[in-house]
């Protein structure tokens, strides 16, 4: 799809479970990727997840910068898609575009040495489960199909969902991650709590979701996880908006015990307000178990 690749790699292998931001930093002046990246590590922390949430806003002229700098910092990056995908769109031009903004934003982490890219899958729009999780299969083939064309090796990584509208609970992410090479969950941990209006916020229920992964995916999703937390706040329908941490109901202290415990490696992005604070926050707590 208009892009060139000049090296081939394997799936990057995560050497630990490392904390970062969503986005650039908060604290980074001038406000770009490249300084977000060396401020990520002026914070200590070790990965940063690139937002292509309304625009894919690395270019492939920038990408071999963008990897430089990471690696020169030992910065591990993901990415963000677009918040404007809808795998199950009865309108043929959004089900395209869709499938194009997951596999554009695939090729250009990629460039950037990334290791995984996530994204909200689909709605329901009123159809049976079933039905939505067969257009949201079909729609993922098509974006491997595409990938494995420029031989792009990056985790694809369908997102729990944080509204009862959307499509996405925890065992639909599993199941799409069983059909496909290259595809495992993104566990948004705050989305599980929001989903079900309070629940998976114990020791027992995070056991329960590592349990799960481990049985269904094997010891594969248990050493590349991509996760999500950050406080939040929720209705009966779910999720209603992101706040920080200790202004909300999440049981992060325990959740990271689970982390340990479970000896997790991979990443754990932050989509706080306080970006930073709460990924610190994370980090600390984690290398205090």
């Known amino acids: 799809m208009g892009l060139s690749f000049n090296y081939r790699r394997k799936m990057i292998k995560p050497d630990k479970l490392r904390f970062g931001t969503s986005g650039i930093p908060l604290s980074t002046n001038p406000h770009d990727t490249i300084n977000g990246i060396n401020q990520v590590r002026n914070l ?18 920038k990408a071999p ?8 910092n030992d910065i591990l990056l993901t990415a963000h898609s677009s918040y404007y995908i809808n795998l199950n769109s009865k309108d043929k031009k959004i089900w395209h575009a869709s499938i194009s903004r997951i596999v554009q934003s695939a090729k250009i982490t990629y460039l950037c040495n990334g290791y995984s890219v996530c994204f909200h899958p689909a709605y329901y729009m009123k159809d049976n489960p ?5 257009k949201v299969k079909e729609a993922l083939n098509l974006v491997l199909k595409e990938l494995k064309k420029d031989d792009v090796k990056i985790w694809i990584r369908p997102e729990t969902a944080g509204k009862i509208s959307q499509f996405g609970n925890i065992n ?9 090479e290259n595809v495992l969950p993104c566990i948004d ?3 599980l709590h929001s989903y079900s209006n309070g629940k998976y916020n114990t020791k027992e229920e995070f056991r329960e979701v590592l349990t799960l992964m481990e049985k269904k995916l094997g010891k594969t999703a248990l050493n590349n996880v991509h996760f999500h937390c950050q406080g939040i706040n929720y209705s009966e329908k779910g999720e209603r908006n992101h706040i920080n941490l200790k202004e ?13 415990e479970f000896k997790v490696k991979g990443i754990v992005v932050c989509e706080s307000p306080n970006v930073e604070k709460d990924a610190i926050l994370l980090k600390e707590a984690y290398n205090k178990v």
């Open 172 to 180: 639909e992410v599993i199941n799409l991650s069983l059909e496909f």
């Open 189 to 191: 941990f705050s989305h």
């Open 248 to 260: 909300s109901d999440m049981n992060y202290k325990d959740l990271v015990k689970v982390w340990k």
């Open 65 to 72: 910068l963008v990897k430089e700098t990471a690696k020169k």
């Open 44 to 61: 200590n922390l070790d990965a940063m997840e690139l937002e292509f949430v309304r625009s894919i806003n690395v270019s492939k002229e």
């Open 130 to 134: 079933e039905d939505a999780y067969n």
